[in-house]
């Protein structure tokens, strides 16, 4: 009886540990589904603010109007080279679309290696260099903008969009898309600062 009970036993143990081996591997397979979704996210909002970012640049870029009546001496024309605030918002939005590109390869990395920490904290830190200059730069141009629709009484500067309409109207998508880019960063620092804190 003593010899039955034992081999009885023995079948149990083993099976108990059977049981047990898959519910402890689980976990780990869903924390590496979760980080490499957050990371395959990561990577579609890049290309997203790439379309704005070259968006805004390619808008300022390409604001010249002329107005068809002009004298003489003078010709009416406005263009963003005009002014170094959009000239500066030019520069500055190729850079962050210049750097998003060369971001891409990254956050791939951080796709195919999604427990790795290296590339999310390097990412972490240029991308809030990139947010600072893309906002600098959109609230620069969104001051002059503001100016060219109302003007400014105390300062004798007067509202050109009622006449320079087409360089406003781009003036002012070129700084709407800017701020998209923006808010496409906040996205990218919150996603990159969860996925270091569940690392």
């Known amino acids: ?22 519910l402890l591997a689980a976990p780990m397979n869903e924390k590496g589904g979760y980080k490499k979704g957050i ?35 003078f010709q009416f024309e406005a263009s963003y080279d005009d002014l170094p605030t959009f000239q500066f918002f030019v520069i500055a939005m190729a850079i962050v679309a210049g750097y998003l590109v060369l971001s891409l390869p990254f956050s791939i990395v951080a796709i195919v290696r999604p427990h790795a920490a290296g590339p999310r904290l390097l ?22 903008v503001y100016l060219a629709h109302n003007g400014n009484s105390s300062t004798n ?21 800017s701020f998209l880019t923006v808010i496409i960063f906040v996205f990218l620092l919150v996603l990159s600062a969860f996925a270091l804190r569940r690392h």
């Open 39 to 73: 990371a395959i996210f990561d990577f579609i909002l890049r290309l997203a603010a790439i379309a704005t970012a070259l968006a805004a640049a390619a808008s300022m870029g390409t604001s010249d109007e002329t107005l068809p009546f002009f004298t003489q001496s």
């Open 123 to 144: 990412l972490i830190i240029l991308d809030t260099v990139a947010l600072t200059l893309n906002t600098a730069a959109g609230a620069a141009a969104a001051a002059i």
């Open 157 to 177: 500067w007067l509202a050109i969009c009622q006449q320079f309409g087409d360089f406003c109207q781009k003036n002012s998508g070129a700084v709407v898309a």
């Open 1 to 22: 009886m003593m010899m039955g009970s034992a081999e009885i036993d023995m079948p149990e143990s083993s099976s108990v540990s059977k049981g047990k081996a898959p």
